[in-house]
């Protein structure tokens, strides 16, 4: 079974800069669509970004555009998120998860993704 493993949290000053990870263990990504989440405490779980099995379509959240870049290594089985310009209210656990797919394009709703990881934490505070 596909296993995921979040990485690169970490507590930053607002303005700051984090580039997270997402590794697959033992499978390879190359047919998986693949997203990241946040939930921040009391809040439900929001998509933040996807990126399509080749890479070709990402989509992003209104909040996060211009801020956050999705991009894939598909050699290192390995999905990152770029987060620049970080706020308060980027505080949250951020997860990433993957559905299997054939289709070119990617859908940011939680209800699709079949593989979730532990999540890492991301905190913005000065």
């Known amino acids: 079974q596909l296993q995921l493993v979040e990485s690169g949290g970490g507590l930053v000053q607002p303005g700051g800069s984090l580039r997270l990870s997402c590794a697959s263990s033992?499978?390879?990504?190359?047919?998986?669509?693949i997203g990241w989440f946040r939930q921040a405490p009391g809040k439900e779980r929001e998509g933040v970004s996807c990126i399509s099995r080749s890479g070709g379509n990402t989509e992003y959240a209104d909040s996060v555009k211009g801020r956050f870049t999705i991009s894939r290594d598909n050699a290192k089985n390995t999905v990152y998120l770029q987060i620049n310009s970080l706020k308060p209210e980027d505080t949250a656990i951020y997860y990433c998860a993957a559905y299997p797919t054939l289709q070119a394009m990617c859908v940011p709703s939680p209800s699709r993704y079949a593989y979730w990881g532990q999540g890492t934490q991301v905190t913005v505070s000065s």
């Open positions: 033992g499978f390879t990504l190359d047919y998986y669509t």
